[in-house]
């Protein structure tokens, strides 16, 4: 079972795309929802796997950090800060 809480959202496809994806559906055997749950699952998987990757620049590393510590340190009661958070 995945451990993230699944989140729902309507989508608007274009009538060609969707004719193709329901046609892929079929041809693997599984429902239209399905199908395109597991494509969009995958290349969020792909796009997980090659952020690491581009983040190595040392300098970007060393600002990273910096502001986590100074989040770390800020003050709690500070609403711009915590507007700032909560996006």
Known sequence: MNPF?????????????????????????????????????????RHRAEMPARITDPRILDLVGIAKHAVAEADPDDERLQYILSK
């Open 5 to 45: 809480t699944a989140k729902r959202k309507l989508i608007d496809i274009e009538g060609p795309v969707f004719e193709t994806l329901s046609r892929q559906a079929k041809r693997e055997g599984i429902s239209l929802k399905k199908y395109i749950e597991t494509l969009l699952e995958k290349d969020a998987e």
